[in-house]
């Protein structure tokens, strides 16, 4: 008779060991640094597999794990760099690890399928006009937020450390939630920003509220979604 014991216990073992997965089967994975516990790589690739259709990991390569020098440089814990993702092994759980693989995705579609997302413009003028609003609602609350900050949809640490030290995130989650303008906090950092966030809601989270409050980023998914 076996030992399951023993032998649920040396598949643990094996799996705390493994060092390459993959995903999609075009995609490798490569855990570089020690997972958390509790953690299941495997677990997570699995649900990404489900959610994201594999045409649109077309753009990558290789998933790797781990800290990397980049991160404390350029004050990140994700990236997507020359077909690759990379995202640090310091997770609080596993649907924070998700979050980070599904966005960075997001951002690997954003020069293949620029035409779909950004050329028409249309994304833009709907960033703008909730950054404009948002704008406004900072204004009411007495706070100063300068306008032509505000006006800039490209990504700027000047944006950046305004909305999460100046505002605070927990006050403009529930900014954004109240007056229903973007998905979260970070959605409006910047117009790439807006677009990656809204990709994660799209596939991770409750998909018509994101179609009532961003119907132009909703559309713009669907139609990457459904581009196979």
Avoid: W
Wanted: hydrophobic share 35%; with cysteine; charged share 30%.
């Amino acid at each position: 008779m076996y030992n399951t014991d023993y032998l649920k216990l040396s598949h643990s073992r094996a799996q705390e060991q493994r060092r390459e997965y993959s995903m999609h089967e075009n995609v490798q994975i490569y855990i570089k640094d020690k997972m958390p516990d509790g953690i299941d790589i495997q677990s997570i690739l699995d649900k990404i597999n489900l959610a994201i259709p594999s045409h649109l990991t077309s753009e990558i390569d290789s998933i790797y794990i781990g800290m990397f020098a980049e991160f404390e440089k350029m004050e990140t814990n994700a990236m997507f760099k020359d077909g690759a993702i990379y995202v640090t092994n310091e997770q609080d759980d596993e649907q924070d690890l998700i979050d980070d693989i599904v966005h960075e995705i997001a951002h690997s579609l954003e020069n293949p399928f620029g035409h779909i997302i950004y050329a028409d413009g249309h994304l833009e003028r709907e960033f703008h006009a909730k950054r404009m609003r948002l704008y406004e609602i900072l204004k009411t609350e007495g706070l100063k937020p300068s306008l032509k900050m505000f006006e800039e949809p490209e990504y700027s640490t000047e944006m950046d450390a305004y909305l999460y030290k100046k505002v605070g995130y927990d006050r403009l989650n529930f900014i954004v939630s109240s007056y229903g303008l973007f998905t979260s906090a970070y959605s409006a950092t910047a117009l790439r920003e807006y677009f990656a966030n809204g990709f994660e809601y799209f596939f991770l989270d409750d998909r018509s509220y994101l179609a009532e409050i961003c119907p132009t980023l909703y559309n713009k998914i669907k139609e990457l979604h459904q581009d196979d």
